[in-house]
């Protein structure tokens, strides 16, 4: 099996073999171990395209605001990623088995918006995630036709969260936290837990009578959240134009299309996925299990481990003596004094 070093673990099936390399504590993770298992078991990898040209997310940009953590995440659940160029594929490749537009900032063009619909027709897979209009993103991504045939509504506003639990991560109002997720396979795993979006919009179900496509809201706010119009210094609640909690910030759906089912995640925001907030409450668990459910990998979905943190703390020579003799003198010593002063009072 050709190990090269101790602590080495090789997990094989037939010619297919993984070696996994010990952690800084020369131990194995569960999520580790499962992914090679997963890897040597499967007879192909998936395949999740990410779509840029319009200023989406990055797997490469390892940034605050990149996607790379993603990227790393996902290919341990046994997935390839590549990214793609509508404008110069032409239509969405036929090796894609999941598409993601992570956060345009541009507009698609009228073409590419219907190669994305197309795909979605040939019983495809589709996770869409769209930022609010802010300063920085003034111009919506085009694809209201897509939502529209899903029975889809993404709202023109962004979402205040008043109720003050996102404090608990310090968090202010315009990122809203979701306690209360709606019935899906993307978010059984994650009841009792939290997530945060910062800076979303409201995505719904259009209408809510139609049974095709079938729909579900995933994730809902508090009841003390309300729209706006624009983030501006002071926002209030107006009755006469926003919309009062609990809101659905994300929308799964399905229907029958061509001779396969086809599948559609929407989400009102795309930094919850983010390298800085991947790792933070469940957003990694609920952006992992939306690409799982859409690519009909199921039995992947879960409430994935925390990575092990390495918080050993480096001292110097003269630190490590002076910690030494606290260590040695200072509790014992405060005890002894204690107890001379409390003898000396009731001599």
């Not at 590549?82 to 090796?95: C, G």
């Amino acid at each position: 099996y050709g190990p090269t070093q101790m602590n080495q673990i090789v997990v094989a099936l037939g010619p297919r073999r993984q070696q996994l390399q010990p952690n800084f504590q020369g131990t194995f993770g569960e999520q580790d171990l499962t992914s090679a298992i997963l890897k040597v078991s499967s007879g192909s990898e998936t395949k999740v395209c990410f779509v840029t040209g319009h200023g989406e997310k990055s797997l490469t940009d390892d940034g605050a605001h990149g996607y790379s953590q993603v990227g790393q995440e996902l290919k341990r659940e046994n997935y390839a990623t590549d990214s793609i160029n509508l404008v110069q594929s032409d239509e969405v490749p036929s090796s894609c088995d999941v598409l993601v537009i992570a956060g345009p900032v541009q507009s698609f063009f009228p073409q590419e918006t219907a190669m994305v619909s197309k795909y979605l027709d040939n019983g495809g897979k589709v996770l869409i995630e769209v930022d609010p209009l802010t300063q920085d993103k003034q111009s919506d991504s085009n694809l209201e036709s897509i939502f529209q045939k899903w029975n889809i509504d993404v709202g023109k506003n962004l979402v205040i969260d008043a109720s003050g639990m996102g404090r608990l991560l310090g968090a202010g109002p315009a990122i809203p936290l979701v306690v209360d997720y709606g019935s899906s396979p993307i978010t059984k795993d994650l009841e009792r837990t939290m997530s945060f979006f910062p800076l979303a919009r409201t995505v719904s179900i259009a209408d809510k009578s139609k049974s095709d496509p079938q729909a579900v809201e995933l994730l809902k706010t508090s009841g003390r959240s309300f729209t706006t119009p624009k983030l501006e210094r002071e926002v209030r609640y107006d009755p006469k134009t926003d919309m009062m909690g609990p809101l659905s910030l994300g929308v799964a759906a399905s229907k029958k299309a061509s001779d396969e089912g086809a599948r559609l995640v929407v989400i009102g925001d795309s930094d919850f996925a983010s390298n800085e907030a991947v790792g933070q409450a469940s957003n990694g668990d609920l952006f992992l299990n939306a690409v799982d459910w859409l690519a009909q990998d199921e039995n992947l979905i879960s409430i994935r481990p925390k990575k092990v943190t390495n918080r050993s703390v480096n001292l110097t020579a003269g630190g490590a003596i002076a910690l030494r003799w606290l260590d040695i003198f200072g509790l014992p010593g405060t005890v002894i004094i204690v107890g001379i002063v409390i003898w000396w009072k009731r001599r």
